[in-house]
């Protein structure tokens, strides 16, 4: 795996039982991932050179992130090393302008949307719709809301164009929430789909996922399962395949972008699923027979734990533990700096209100906002 994250990590974990032999491709040895797997190169996966290296001896490659070069890839592939998901699809979840020219030829449904050339062309834009605000996005490089700008104003546009990367003009979508639904597709074309799940964002940053969404239509649900199916097989995804969506207000679902490697709208599945995200992934990159992606209980709750002001975090394991037995807590080993992803919880159950609480009070106390 390229990539020394915290997908990476658990992905590795899911390796485990079935005894896969886990190389990875890391920038440190302090990486969440390299600090636990055996077999680690720290390199840079920029660099071609390293990166052939490092696949020599691989059986096949997969990725915890979405920077490997295009071209990079495609030497991999020239080189005999199956790589997956491959270039041509992983593309669509590198560039959200080749994304969205993919999304509208196969007729899947997105926000209003076009590249624009400069501040005067975002108003342009917006003067072919509604109006402002307009969302704007660098087409490569964004990640947990870097890169998306919420723009009122032309003068307001201009920092989008500021890193010299295209820029994608997006319709604000006035959304009731957002959604994510998770595909995972083998080389064979064997595919499942993980219930739709409701994605919570504060600041750009997911901060709550809950599985099923709760007030989801089923017949949308279906919907949003079957489209991101599709997605999965037209573009020829091999893996985990999270689709991220918005609903509107008058119940339709757009695409907002797409991930693909594990992703974080799944997390909730290591305990609340028969198969886990990570293990699927697995199984799909060495064209294994996928597992039931069914859900294990009721409701399931992820909330992601960010860093707070205290280093230590593990002081408060003895309180999350002891006041709820049942929670799953899964730390991924990074320093702790406020704001940074550092680990996630998840709970389960039958009553939607008591898991959410429980899930939010474990994320809360051992990021430190709350003392009891
Ligand atoms: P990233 O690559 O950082 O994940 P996204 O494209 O997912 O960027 O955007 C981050 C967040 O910004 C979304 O989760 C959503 O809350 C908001 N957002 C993005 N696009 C739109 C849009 N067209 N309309 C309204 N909100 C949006």
Redesign the pocket.
Known sequence: MVGGGQLARMTHEAGIPLGIRFKLLSDTPQDSAAQVVSDVVIGDYRDLDTLRAFARGCDVITFDHEHVPTEHLRALEADGIPVRPGPDALVHAQDKGVMRAKLDEIGAPC?RHRLVADPADVSRFAAEGEGYPV?L?TVRG???????WFVRSESDAADAFKAGVDVLA????D?VW?LAANVVRSPHGQAVAYPVVESV?VD?VCDTVIAPAPDLAEELAGEAQQLALRIADELGVVGHLAV?LFETRDGRILV??LAMRPHNSGHWTQDGAITSQFANHVRAVLDLPLGDPRPRSTWTVMCNVLGGDYPDMYYAYLHCMARDPQLKIHMYGKDVKPGRKVGHVNTYGDDLADVRERARHAADYLRGTITE
Not at 142 to 148: I, L, N, P, T
Request: charged letters at 45%.
């Open positions: 926000p969302i996005k964004g990640y947990d809301g870097k890169g998306v997006e319709e604000k979508v959304f957002e964002q750009g991220e907002n972008e």
